[in-house]
């Protein structure tokens, strides 16, 4: 029964590593998701390839905010628990970020061809 | 004359010449020449006359959420513990996060509970109060009015200084709270007056002093602020932010977090993440207040008690 709970599991785990391997042979659009939660961007850092759009999805019960640390690049509206804020990265590049409410909160997109 | 009998003789008749008076105010001593014609009766500086004020703080109008279902609810539990105060304070300051979201309809609410209260009100902002799409502009309109900058004030009542300081305005990535140069500026010139022996009472939102980095509970440059203030001898430092009494006392400055009156945090580093403590409804009460600053000449001329909503 585990072992049946744990196939089926499985590919959901596994399916953003299966879409990135996807958008590496293939030019299709890549997405990929940042979660927040107890005042952390998941995963802190994250490698996409040009052209891929980044979803942050708040998963905190506090409001956050997705802020490019130049404050240009990208900048959220306040997202309250459950919402979510989307970007495409089309230039190869390192972008930091943070939420401007929590400057403490940092995260970082690179943005590179594979 | 012996010089105790002299000054006594001075005290009394409010001699008006040339003379030394001593005097201890803001825990600092001061010899002060008085020049001719600057009698006792028309001293350099307003002397303390008592009073009373409020600091209510992180009211976060608009949350909904676990452990609080209705923030507006405890907001004005807050205001009808300050109009049952046997002695009616001065005015009341709020040391931000009047809002969740810096909705219109959030301030408004909380500008109609607070209302009730029939107090003057001083704000600073939280950072919950820079959401809007002008990032603090809505909340500089309603609440900034005889303020400078980003909406820093000072005002003067009864011999004490009030500075209203501002730390959630253009925060940088990986920092923490902000005060920026302008208003560091500001700051020194708005002091530069004062004599050493007027009490200062300071009020921000974010601490401004580091209390826990990791969760970006401090000021990135708060320690400029506090050079300034080294030279009084009574500095009291009120802020709200982190939702609970964390006091320190260093040299003649006192720091003083307050209570919200929406939700609980957990103490510094306890848990994984700052954000609202969840706790029964029954022991929420407990765990929200507001605090009451009581004035009166001395030594040691501010004291404060902080009292739970139940």
Known sequence: MLQTLLKRAAPAVLAPCAVVSLAAAAPAPQTAQVTIGNFTFGPAVLTVSPGATVTWLNGDDIPHTVVAADKRAFRSKVLDSGDSFAFTFTRPGSYAYFCSIHPHMTGKIVVKSR | ?310
């Open chain 2, 1 to 310: 004359m012996a010089e105790a009998h002299r000054r006594r003789f001075l005290e009394c008749l409010g001699w008006a010449g040339t003379g030394l008076v001593w005097t201890v105010s803001g825990g600092v001593s001061t010899a002060a020449l008085l020049a001719a014609g600057e009698g006792l009766a028309a001293p350099r500086k307003p002397a303390i006359q008592p009073f009373t004020f409020v600091q209510v703080s992180d009211s976060h109008i608009g949350f909904n959420k676990d452990p609080n279902p209705d923030a507006r609810a405890t907001f004005r539990e807050a205001v009808a513990k300050i109009r049952a105060l046997p002695d009616k304070p001065a005015f009341i300051l709020h040391t931000g996060d009047v809002s969740q979201l810096s909705k219109p309809e959030e301030f408004d609410d909380a500008d109609q509970i607070l209302r009730e209260a029939g107090l003057p009100v001083f704000h600073v902002p939280g950072e919950h109060d820079m959401l809007d799409e002008r990032e603090g502009q809505a909340f500089l309109e309603r609440y900034g009015h005889g303020t400078l900058g980003d909406g820093w004030r000072s005002f003067d009542h009864n011999g004490v200084h009030f500075v209203g300081l501002v730390n959630v305005k253009d925060l940088k990535a990986g920092g923490m709270g902000h005060l920026g140069e302008p208003q560091l500026a500001w700051l020194k010139k708005d002091l530069a007056p004062l004599a050493a022996s007027t009490p200062v009472v300071v009020y921000a939102h974010i601490p401004l002093w580091t209390i826990y980095r990791e969760w970006g509970w401090g000021t990135d440059d708060s320690a400029q602020a506090m050079a300034l203030l080294k030279r009084f001898g009574s500095v009291t430092v009120l802020n709200g932010h982190i939702h609970q009494v964390i006091q320190k006392t260093e040299g003649d400055v006192t720091f003083q977090t307050a209570r919200s009156t929406a939700f609980p945090q957990p103490a510094p580093g306890q848990g994984r993440a700052p954000g609202p403590l969840k706790l029964p409804a029954g022991k929420l009460r407990a765990a929200l207040g507001v605090r009451t600053l009581s004035v009166a000449p001395g030594a040691h001329p501010l004291s404060l008690a902080d009292a739970a909503l139940a």
